[in-house]
């Protein structure tokens, strides 16, 4: 019975050093980012006298979920390279592993942790900063920013790709605004031409229309005519093309992925993908938010390989300097990468792990040297 104890005793004993290690790591880091988001906010908005900082401070608060989940991988690196030093200078680790535990079964613990701390991030405090977010993105849209911010549509030219269920044959009606406008609640098109073809990629007719607008479950074309092949353009009338998009998709379309949740993100990306719309950065989002939590894991085993190490060796120093650089070294990987992924040059699926892979790779080589000389 005592050793079969004594394992669950120590992992729940590392556990919350590392735990507690890591969350006081993350808050630190993210309270630092969240002071210079203040003070950048305060900056911009000192050439808006009417606008209150108040209204600052709620904006840089709205931003703290997001700021959170952008640090954590490297609270958890941060804060597991102390943890671990710390046991390990306190020779706590160092008496683990003489009464036979292997470095493996008491990272479990560790480990079990940074997925759980990441899987809760994803599926909890994903879809509540996407929330915040966009509320901080509309505030700052509306009181900070000149041009109208992401969600402007005034003048912009548009292409949308649906699917028509009015032919004989379902196809897909492709419709180009040349000129766009967005007035309140009614988005209105003008210089309109719509494009109808059948599964086969044939054209089966065009229509073109001076102006338009975006109704609940429909186009509204007026004075438009009706184009085919071998006749004669057909007399203006107004014309009704079903659509399940919204004015709020379509902004949304236009919008930064932080602003989704990360449970309708599945769903979302097929109605882009349906719309014509470009996927790419809401792809690339939604699989690093899959990614997250191997990538805590990951963290916690860079931090382990990079801060074992006895005291009585020397250049403890140099290897935990070291662990701080493959950390950044990784972050460094992962946003070239995703540069990569949004430019389209890699897939959303390998922008996203990629950089996850080649990090737990590096933490097991070292965890093996380590274990095994």
Known sequence: MFFTTVPVTLSLYIARQFLFSVLAMTASLTGIVCLFDFIDLLRRVATKPDVPTSLVTKIAGLHIPYFYMEIMPFGVLLGGIICFWRLT?????????????????????????SLILGALTTGVVSPLSSIMYARAEALDDQYLRS???????????????????????????ILHSRDTHLEGDVLSIHDIS?????????????????????ETGRWLLE????????????????????????????????????????????????????SGFSSIRHRLHFESLLA???LAGT???????????????????????????AGFLLFTVSKVAEQFGNSGALPPLLAAWAPTGAGLCLAVSLLLHLEDG
């Open 292 to 294: 997250l939590p191997v």
């Open 194 to 214: 719509v494009f109808r073809i059948d599964q086969s990629g044939h054209m089966i007719l065009r229509i073109e229309a001076p102006s338009g607008r975006l």
């Open 223 to 274: 004075n438009a005519r009706i184009l085919q092949p071998y006749e004669l353009p057909g007399p203006p009338r107004t014309l009704s093309l079903a659509t399940d998009l919204t004015l709020h998709r379509v902004q949304e379309s236009f919008a930064s992925p932080e602003t989704l949740s990360v449970w309708a993100m599945p769903s979302f990306i097929a109605m882009l993908d349906r």
């Open 89 to 113: 200078r306190s020779s706590e680790l160092i008496v683990a592993r003489a009464s036979g535990i292997s470095a493996w079964q008491f990272l479990a613990a560790p480990l079990a942790c």
């Open 147 to 173: 041009g109208g911010g992401p969600l402007s549509l005034s003048g912009a030219s548009l292409w949308l790709r649906q699917l028509d269920s009015g032919l004989d044959a379902r196809g897909v009606a």
């Open 299 to 325: 963290m916690s085993l860079v931090a382990a390989g990079f801060s074992m190490r006895p005291s009585r060796r020397g250049g403890v120093a140099k290897m935990i300097g070291s662990g701080v650089g």
